[in-house]
């Protein structure tokens, strides 16, 4: 569908995803689970595994807002980019000065 060929995709790919991969990797590593807190049975214990989750939900939120906000700033991009102005055939101008 694209000209780019599949090496620059893939690397390209990865190298986007490596950010939230790593995220995801060290929160799921550091996470105490329900049953460490439930175990230890103190207040200190539980106020640690709420502040991981109330962590763990807020880095997810700012994660996908700061990825909508690129989304959205490529697309209005795209839109400038198809609004160039057109030659009288109908195709795009290509750089050529009409006169």
Not at 37 to 64: P, W
Not at 67 to 75: D, W
Request: aromatic share 8%.
């Amino acid at each position: 569908m694209t000209e780019l060929p599949l090496p620059s995709y893939l690397l390209a790919s990865s190298v986007g995803l490596l950010p939230t991969q790593l995220l995801n990797s060290y929160l799921g590593t550091t996470l105490r689970t329900m049953e460490d807190v439930i175990a230890e049975q103190t207040v200190s214990g539980y106020v640690v595994f709420c502040f991981q989750v109330i962590l763990s939900v807020g880095l997810m939120f700012y994660v996908v807002h700061r990825a909508q906000g690129e989304l959205k700033a490529a697309l209005g991009a795209c839109e400038v980019e198809l609004d160039a102005p057109l030659v009288s055939g109908g195709q795009p101008d290509g750089g050529i000065d009409v006169v």
